[in-house]
């Protein structure tokens, strides 16, 4: 099953975009649709600018309603922003470090 996913284009500097991005589900080698999932129930924008004092944001928490676990939009903007993302869902904290998911 062939997939795309449309990400929210938020320049990097402003912050970290949760929500607007879309996962679209095909069948191979035609344009039937077969599943549109959405990222998230609602849409935010995390700064992730360093503090006045020097100190540097090394990671963002966000809550996710739509399973039980992180989805690979975390693990995308694990990778995009540099930076640990936790995700809590109804299973816990989950640590999205780039290539590894934990539960905490």
């Known amino acids: 099953m ?11 500097e402003k912050g970290v ?9 095909y ?3 035609t344009d039937d649709l077969i599943n549109l ?4 129930n609602s ?3 995390i700064p992730t600018e ?3 004092e020097g100190s540097e944001v090394a990671g963002v928490f966000i ?4 399973s039980e676990t992180p989805s690979e939009f975390h693990v995308f903007l694990s990778y995009l922003h540099n930076k640990e993302v936790f995700v809590g869902t109804s299973a816990g904290t ?3 470090n780039k290539n590894s998911i934990e539960l905490m």
């Not at 062939?2 to 990097?12: D, H, V």
């Not at 975009?17 to 589900?25: M, P």
């Not at 999932?37 to 998230?40: E, G, P």
């Open 17 to 25: 975009q949760f929500g607007r991005h879309i996962r679209v589900d």
């Open 27 to 29: 069948k191979l080698n």
């Open 2 to 12: 062939p997939l795309e996913q449309i990400i929210a284009n938020t320049p990097i």
């Open 50 to 52: 360093d503090s006045p």
């Open 94 to 96: 989950w640590k999205v």
């Open 63 to 66: 809550t996710h309603l739509l």
């Open 43 to 45: 849409c935010i924008l």
């Open 37 to 40: 999932s959405k990222s998230t």
